[in-house]
């Protein structure tokens, strides 16, 4: 949580928690806990506050604490900009959600855009838009000529980066602006705009300038772990797509189950069986399923499954 979500706006309630910070960077979360629950009594309606007094409930074992505090964050601030209802969903106090909240998506995006091809590539082994781009390749050829391709969910241009030349036209949409701006410096998009994957097609920002049944190629690269699910992105994509155009498309390895699995990281893992059944509801036939490791968390594997589809006519 970076510091313009987090001020308090009084400056009692911002030193202790500053204090609590460090507390909880030494390991001490109760006492950190202790100094947020002080802070917060100066300023009881502070969202970000009980969000971090909820997080350093949790690391003291404190979980019944922490449920109290995340109910505080989602009345206090609807629009669920921290992933409270997520967090609540994770420690068993709610239902999992079908979907995050736009404003928690947004506002992830927007912090982590400046340092997210540092972070994602040169720390955590962030492997998706190379073996997605390859596995399109081997499908539809080294130098297969696609005349519009569709980026949703472009984020910095990691994926266009690697369709580039492939692509005789190369747009991108992202719902956070500060990702699309890290897009256009990397000069490669002849296109870019903001779109909201979570909403219905027609409300989602994907044909606000152009037609639909339009790109030869539509790419999601780690982007649907962030949409719950699915169930707007897929007729999106379908709507996106001339016929026998392709989707290229990673998620989160679900394992053998029926439904979406949100994971301790708050995203979502997606089973094999639920992508092909939500690609055979849009008319996308499943034309090969690859299993990777895509990135790393907390030194540990993360599993993927890569997937190309094709719209039947």
């Keep these: 949580m970076t510091s313009p979500h987090f001020s308090s706006g009084d400056l009692i309630a911002d030193r202790r928690a500053d204090y609590a910070r460090m507390f909880a960077e030494s390991g ?7 100094l947020m629950e002080q802070a917060l009594e100066q300023v009881p309606s502070w969202a970000a506050g009980w969000f971090r007094l909820a997080e350093y409930a949790e ?3 404190r979980k019944e604490a922490a449920t109290a505090a995340l109910a505080k964050v989602v009345a206090l601030d609807p629009a669920d900009i921290f992933g409270a209802g997520l967090k609540l969903a994770v420690l068993g106090a709610a239902e999992t959600p079908a979907a995050p909240s736009t404003a928690y998506v947004e506002r992830l995006f927007d912090d982590y855009a400046d340092r997210f ?5 040169q720390r955590l082994d962030y492997t998706v838009p190379q073996t ?4 399109v390749r081997r499908h539809a050829g080294e130098d297969a000529p696609f005349g519009l391709v569709s980026d949703i969910g472009c ?12 692509a005789g036209r190369l747009e991108g949409f992202d719902l956070s602006a500060g990702m699309l701006a890290k897009a256009a410096e990397k000069g ?3 296109h870019l705009a903001q779109a909201d994957l979570s909403l219905p ?6 044909f606000d300038a152009a037609p639909e049944a339009r790109a030869d190629l539509v790419g999601a690269a780690d982007v649907l772990m962030y949409l719950g699910d699915l169930a707007e992105v897929f007729p999106s994509a379908a709507r996106l797509l001339k016929a026998g155009g392709l989707f290229a498309f990673s998620v989160e390895d679900g394992g053998t189950g029926d439904a979406p699995l949100l994971r301790p990281s708050l995203r ?3 089973p094999e069986r639920f992508i092909r059944r939500r690609a055979e509801e849009n008319g996308l036939v499943v034309l090969a399923m690859e299993k990777s490791v895509i990135r790393q968390d907390a030194g540990q594997p993360v599993h993927g499954l890569l997937f190309l589809a094709r719209r039947e006519a």
């Design 188 to 190: 490669v998009y002849d």
């Design 132 to 135: 997605l781009a390859r596995l």
């Design 59 to 61: 690391k003291s074992g």
């Design 117 to 121: 091809d540092t972070a994602l590539v």
């Design 268 to 270: 979502y893992a997606h």
């Design 28 to 34: 001490e979360f109760a006492e950190a806990a202790e």
């Design 201 to 206: 097609a027609g409300e989602s920002g994907l």
């Design 155 to 166: 984020g910095t241009g990691l994926f266009g980066v690697e369709l580039r030349a492939n």
